[in-house]
């Protein structure tokens, strides 16, 4: 019914950057709030950021004035720019939407996950 998928991911060098992307397919009506996520191995899901639907941020400490999220909304697309880049920062990343459906039902829609490795 909807779907999201990343992009973006891969290999950098610390104190490199880089842009994940995740565009929303199916029946959707509007999008509200949207977020980033990551999993290292080993350890829990871990909140990034969060935009709303007004364009409001905010962010987890460990990424704060590292990255920065932001939103297309006419792409039902969201975007995490990676500054700064360090070894601790290797993780799965995903995207997470909260999305109404054009049949007006409402839940949260995650993506399939992105892997960054942040290595020399």
């Known amino acids: 019914q909807v779907q999201l998928v990343e992009s973006g991911g891969g290999l950098v060098q610390p104190g490199g950057s880089l842009r994940l992307s995740c565009v929303a397919s199916g029946s959707i009506f509007s999008i509200n709030h949207m977020a980033w996520f990551r999993q290292a191995p080993g350890k829990e899901r871990e909140f990034l950021a969060r935009?709303?639907?007004?364009?409001?941020?905010n962010y987890a400490d460990s990424v704060k004035g590292r990255f920065t999220i932001s939103r297309d909304n006419a792409k039902n697309t969201a975007y995490l720019q990676m500054n700064s880049l360090n070894p601790e920062d290797t993780a799965v990343y995903y995207c997470?939407?909260?999305?109404?459906?054009?049949?007006?039902?409402?839940?949260?829609?995650w993506g399939q996950g992105t892997q960054v490795t942040v290595s020399s």
């Open positions: 997470c939407m909260n999305v109404i459906t054009t049949a007006r039902s409402q839940f949260d829609s």
């Open positions: 935009i709303a639907g007004g364009g409001s941020t």
